[in-house]
Structures are given as structure tokens and as C-alpha cells.
């Protein structure tokens, strides 16, 4: 089970939350996020799969980030088109895009991006692009069924343990955790994370 730590910035903290056991790290390149990272981190993590988070970034945007912070993973959390998805293939990095559930129209949208996306995220409505730092509604993805696998995000926190282990999906393959393990936008309490990640992967084979 994969455990995603997104908003990333500063150094230090970076490091802290390198040793805390989770296994992708996510960078938010978006000018309207308090997570937003302008330039390339002072420290980039060594043992971690590296995400680059965008909204609506052109082609060559992207590119120039996936070499500037080499990227493992590209996560798209706009109104990317399938067929932007299928330009990034050349890239060689894995595409991972994002669809906020309000309804099972919402879960059906995801068909089209099959042959292009190596995992969906699925996340919560809010008015602006990015996490609300709300839970949705995890029953709208028994209408999920696709053959991507896909990671939940919105609102999980140190509290999120008894509700993972009451969920269920042949295609889950992970969760992605940001500011309910926050001090502050961008500065991840690892002592926590480390925690709560401990304790979700030692259950894991149980969710």
C-alpha cells in the first residue's frame, strides 16, 4: 500500500518526512497554493518516488519541472484532457491524475483516461483545484470499475486509521496525506506522520 506525503517545501522538513516510512513525496507547482513551490527544493529526497503536483501547466512546463526536480510521477489536477495525459507518455514519467467524486457521473469520467494515466486520484470537490482537506463520500467508488489503481485523498488525518481499515476496493493502491498532518501549509509534523504511516502499513494487508 503506497503512502503519499504531498505539499512539500521546505529543507529540513523534507528530510524529517524522508525518514517517516511513506514512499512518494509530493511537490505542489501551483501559484494559488499555499504549498506552492516557485523554484527547485533546497533538498530533494533520495529515497522517496517524487511527484510533481500541476493545474492546467503547459507541455513544456511540465517538462522543464520533470528535469529540474526529477520527477518520478506526474499528477494532473486540472482539467487536463486524455489526450494531454497521452503526450506526457514520452516523457517516461508515470501520470497520475486527479478527479474530485461528487457524484457517480464523476467516477465515470475517469473511462476515458484509462489508456493513459498509470493511477487515479481521487479526491473532494472544493471551489478552487487541490484538496479541501475534506473526506468525500468513499461510497461513490463502488462505481469504480476501472482497471487503473488509484489513491485516496481528502481530509484523511491522524484520526483516519478505523475508517481505511472499513474500506474495501480490488483497485486501491494507496493514500495521499497533506495538511491534516500539518503545522503549518507546507510544514509536515513527521513525528505524526511517522505514526500514523507505521500504523497503516503494519495493517495494511488487513484493508
Same mark, same amino acid.
Given at each position: 500500500m503506497i503512502v503519499k506525503v504531498c505539499g512539500m517545501r521546505d529543507a529540513e522538513n523534507i528530510r524529517q518526512v524522508e525518514q517517516t516510512g511513506a514512499d512518494w513525496m509530493g511537490f505542489i507547482d501551483y501559484d494559488r497554493s499555499p504549498r506552492y513551490v516557485k523554484g527547485v527544493p533546497e533538498y530533494l529526497p533520495a529515497s522517496l518516488q517524487k511527484v510533481g503536483?500541476?493545474?492546467?501547466?503547459? *507541455?513544456? =512546463?511540465? $517538462?522543464?519541472?520533470?528535469?529540474d526536480w526529477r520527477l518520478d510521477f506526474v499528477?494532473?489536477?486540472g482539467k487536463e484532457s486524455p489526450d494531454f495525459c497521452q503526450q506526457l507518455r514520452p516523457t517516461g514519467v508515470k501520470v497520475i491524475k486527479a478527479f474530485s467524486l461528487h457524484t457517480p457521473e464523476d467516477v465515470q469520467a475517469t473511462e476515458e483516461y484509462v489508456?493513459?494515466?498509470?493511477y487515479f486520484l481521487f479526491d473532494t470537490p472544493c471551489k478552487e483545484y487541490g484538496g479541501s482537506g475534506k473526506t468525500f463520500d468513499w461510497e461513490? *467508488?463502488? =462505481?469504480? $470499475?476501472?482497471s487503473v489503481p488509484f489513491l485516496l485523498s481528502g481530509g484523511l488525518n491522524p484520526t483516519s486509521l478505523?475508517?481505511?481499515?472499513?474500506?474495501?476496493?480490488?483497485?486501491?493502491a494507496g493514500i495521499d496525506l497533506n495538511s491534516g498532518f500539518e503545522q503549518a501549509p507546507g510544514i509536515k509534523d513527521a513525528a505524526s506522520l511517522s505514526t500514523f504511516i507505521h500504523s497503516f502499513k503494519q495493517n495494511k494487508y488487513n484493508f
Open positions: 503536483v500541476f493545474v492546467n501547466a503547459s *507541455l513544456p =512546463h511540465i $517538462q522543464e519541472r520533470i528535469a499528477q494532473l489536477h489508456p493513459y494515466c498509470d461513490l *467508488l463502488t =462505481h469504480y $470499475q476501472g478505523e475508517a481505511l481499515s472499513a474500506f474495501h476496493h480490488p483497485q486501491w
